[in-house]
């Protein structure tokens, strides 16, 4: 099982990205997904997540009002459109699967595995 992020890059303060992560090896449209961010020297934090049906998003207050997260179940998939761009964005993204059976969005790390590769968002003013 493997989970890939794509997507980021340098971009200026109040710019957007689109950030994608793939899984592959197993499917997982019967479980929530998240994404989660670590900027340098600091502890990964939870940036957001939504169900296994798309019905339901959670957001970090960091974050809300400019980020929205959706899923494609039949291409395993995640993303994470993210608008007007802070210099505190700047962090490596990551997504994992929350492997509670079609729970609720949560930003609690414990029940999420399958970290995947991240993939880094440099915001510049």
């Known amino acids: 099982v493997q989970l890939q992020a794509f997507g980021g890059g340098l971009v200026q303060a109040g710019g957007s990205l689109r950030l994608s992560c793939v899984a592959s090896?197993?499917?997982?449209?019967?479980?929530?997904m998240g994404w989660f961010r670590q900027a340098p020297g600091k502890e990964r934090e939870f940036v957001a997540a939504?169900?296994?049906?798309?019905?339901?998003?959670l957001y970090a207050d960091s974050v809300k009002g400019r980020t929205t997260i959706s899923r494609d179940r039949a291409k395993n998939t995640v993303y994470l459109q993210m608008n007007v761009l802070k210099l505190e964005d700047t962090a490596v993204y990551s997504c994992a699967v929350d492997m509670r059976y079609r729970s609720p969005p949560r930003g609690d790390t414990t029940t999420y595995r399958y970290w995947g590769q991240g993939t880094l968002v440099t915001v510049s003013s």
């Open positions: 090896g197993r499917t997982f449209s019967n479980f929530a």
């Open positions: 939504i169900t296994w049906n798309g019905d339901s998003t």
